[in-house]
């Protein structure tokens, strides 16, 4: 629904990917109630995840503990195939201690780092392996009103060297036209003031025109994000909408809300771009770290061939 259209160059990921497909994953990271459910139907046009039961209320004090949930969406955008796998992260920020959610979310992307790196020195490689690495992290932000708080730092501060993140002001409908401004330019005056390590999409400096471009996207970090379920019919054809007492906000107006703008982000216009710096950069920065101090080698290439050849031969046995 995105009014914004997009052309692969020639010599782009993206064309040359246009007929075999894309592999591409997105971690959706952020405190319960800031709408990530409703970001990921948004995002992707359909009810992927769905509406939650009614909590418990004798319950509902208590914490639950971070997990992965995990989501794969087949897509097509503007004649690209995009095989799409969604990571959300319920239970996150939600307790008083959230030093263990750091920890899980690292050692996740990490991982993920660490089965490419295992894959890469086997003698015979698996043809159908598929790539879990994440190349975008989707952080929301809660609406405070004031600017960055401690939880935000430390999780943009820890993991920006392993992932791709890119803030969103999470129900950003909570604010008026002013306050949003505001809101923002705090968020950002605390980004440069802790040196933290989002996205970069002026990054690649020697396409010009597409630095042009890029200069203008980052004057929306963080991007002011209201999305819904809702998809109304009128003279100009389908729009969404959210209501409210006091009006509504079509949400795929670049005018009211930043949702379009992302989404062509995520999802066109620089998928390539973040899947090439995940691979090229932030994954060949930490596969150079773990060999140096000797993280993998052909040990772990024998000692994994040895454990599938005696699952191999246990099986055998059984039959």
């Known amino acids: 629904m995105s009014s914004r259209m997009a052309t692969a160059r020639p010599s782009s990921y993206r064309h040359k990917s246009e007929k075999r497909g894309m592999t591409y994953n997105i971690m959706l990271v952020g405190q319960a109630g800031l709408g990530r459910r409703t970001f990921l139907n948004t995002l992707c046009e359909r009810a992927v ?4 039961d009614a ?32 990571i959300d992260t319920p239970g996150f920020g939600d307790g008083l201690d959230n030093t263990s959610c750091f920890k899980q979310l690292q050692d996740y992307i990490e991982a993920q780092f ?69 809101f923002r330019a705090n968020v950002m ?17 020697t396409d010009s025109e597409a630095l042009v471009e890029n200069r203008e996207i980052m004057d929306h970090i963080p991007f002011s994000v209201v999305t819904c379920d809702e998809v109304f019919d009128n003279e100009y054809g389908s729009v969404r909408i959210r209501r409210y007492p006091w009006g509504t906000i079509e949400i795929d107006d670049e005018a009211q809300c930043d949702f379009a703008l992302l989404r062509y982000i995520l999802l066109n216009s620089h998928i390539a771009d973040l899947i090439n710096y995940t691979e090229d950069m932030l994954y060949e920065n930490y596969r150079t770290k773990k060999l140096e101090v000797g993280g993998y080698g052909e040990n772990d290439e024998e000692e994994d061939d040895e454990e599938e050849d005696q699952a191999l031969g246990a099986a055998k046995k059984q039959e």
Not at 127 to 154: K, Q
Request: net charge negative; aromatic share 10%.
């Open 49 to 52: 995840i769905a509406s939650p």
């Open 55 to 86: 909590p418990n209320p004798e319950t509902a004090n208590v914490a639950d503990p971070m997990k992965f949930d995990t989501y794969e969406v087949a897509m097509e955008e503007e004649g690209t195939r995009i095989s799409l796998t969604v």
């Open 114 to 182: 660490d089965e490419v790196l295992v894959e890469e020195s086997r003698v015979k490689r698996n043809r159908r392996y598929r790539d879990h690495r994440i190349h975008v992290l989707v952080y929301f932000i809660a609406p405070t009103g004031h600017s960055l708080r401690e939880l935000d730092i430390e999780l943009i501060r820890r993991l920006g060297e392993y992932v791709n993140i890119i803030p969103v002001i999470g129900r950003a409908d909570s604010f008026t036209v002013e306050e949003l401004d505001a």
């Open 189 to 205: 005056r605390d980004i440069v003031y802790y040196k933290l390590p989002v996205y970069n999409f002026c990054w690649d400096e």
